[in-house]
Structure formats: C-alpha cells, structure tokens
C-alpha cells in the first residue's frame, strides 16, 4: 500500500504563486509516475501535471508556463510550483502516484484564488 499526505493549499489572490507538496510513503516501487490533479466544483477531476521517475512531465494546456513539478525521488515527493494564479485555478488539488498499474490517492488539498 501507499499513502500520500498533501500540503500547501490554501487562499491567494490572483497573480500570486503557492507550492503543493506531496509525500508518499508505503511500498515503492523504482518505477512510478506522480501526478497533480484537480477538481473544480461541478467539474471532472483533470491532469495538471505529471512527472516520471525518469524525468519526464507532461502540463495540462492552461497550466503551461505557469505551474511546474518537481521531484524528490529519494524523498519520494512531488512538487506543484503554481505562479499567476488565477480563478480558473480555484479547485481541490488531489495528489496521484501510479505504479504496476495501480492508482493512489491523496486526501486532496483546496486552493482557493480570489480577490
């Protein structure tokens, strides 16, 4: 099993920048993906970002140049970097990891942009 236990939500204005982080612990495996997803009210949860353990990403369209993802690999944490915040963004932030096939979730994280 693996848990994820996010961090740093919270209420910005627009134009502000907030950093989520995300740690997992539990069952590693060398191989994963871990992700950023978000879910607006009466919306479907969307990919905001993902990163590989090998490096690779992929940004949702409307968060490019905006937001970035990192990772700790060692640390087994996954970082949101969100700049010019604005209210598009307002959503719960849910944290992913995916290996062998299998989906795990955090409890989610609300970041509020408003003025």
């Known amino acids: 099993q693996v848990q994820l236990v996010e961090s740093g939500g919270g209420l910005v204005q627009p134009g502000e920048s907030l950093a989520l982080s995300c740690a997992a612990s539990?069952?590693?495996?060398?191989?994963?993906?871990m992700a950023w997803y978000r879910q607006a009210p009466g919306k479907q949860r969307e990919l905001v970002a993902s990163r590989t353990t090998g490096g690779s990403t992929n940004y949702a369209d409307s968060v490019k140049g905006r937001f970035t993802i990192s990772r700790d690999i060692d640390k087994h944490t996954v970082y949101l970097q969100m700049n010019s915040l604005n209210s598009e963004d307002t959503a719960v932030y849910y944290c992913?990891?995916?290996?062998?096939?299998?989906?795990?979730w955090g409890q989610g994280t609300q970041v509020t942009v408003s003025s």
């Open positions: 539990g069952r590693m495996f060398l191989i994963n993906t």
């Open positions: 992913n990891l995916t290996q062998l096939s299998r989906d795990y």
